[in-house]
């Protein structure tokens, strides 16, 4: 009959610090994946597959926040990842956000499959490679439209600067004329003063020039 061994506090000791060593591996791992993720795409951010339902969404957010929390972990890249993972959480729960990226998901898949001359009954879709490839497609597709939508954004900006330039020279132009006005009244009395001195002048002048009679 075989004693079952008893576990000294040194054995357990060391099994605790294994643990713990193991978790913040696992905690580190999480953290560096994230990091190194397409940002662009919020399920690559979540480790999610395209198309899962919002339980789904909010139960990995759950898991992934408490792994890597930043009181949960010395990690220094912690408050980076977990900042990461909440604005990926945040945009997939947004409706208009997650349609447009589903969108670009989608056209990533279709130009594949165009490009390389396939049906969406293709035996290739179903393999490995083509899920890599897909992935990597869809960066494309995601960048692409970042552009477009930086580049909207500045002409946007641009159209407001000449707007808003436009705006404030005809505030000056109006500010310019009420100044004017302004002067042009205070003055008034001024110029009236000076017609009256200049009439007097011209009266005393014909005194002068008229002969006496007789």
Known sequence: MTVPAIKTDDDVDALEALETEEKEFTKDAEIDRILKAFRLDAYAVLDLQPGVPDS????????????????????????????????????????KY??????????????????????????????????????????????DNEHRRRRQVKAQMQEEGREQKKVDEEVEARKRKRDHEKDWESTREQRIGSWRDFQKGGEKKKKKKAKPIG
């Open 98 to 143: 997650r349609e447009r990226l589903d969108e670009a998901i989608a056209d990533a898949r279709m130009l594949l499959i165009r490009e390389n001359v396939w049906t969406v009954d293709s035996e290739e879709l179903r393999t490995e490679k083509f899920k890599k490839d897909w992935r990597e497609k869809a960066k494309m597709v995601l960048i």
């Open 56 to 95: 789904d969404i909010k139960k990995c957010y759950r898991v992934k926040s408490l792994l890597i929390h930043p009181d949960k972990t010395k990690n220094p890249s912690a408050p980076d990842a977990f900042d990461r993972l909440k604005k990926a959480q945040t945009e997939l729960m947004d409706e």
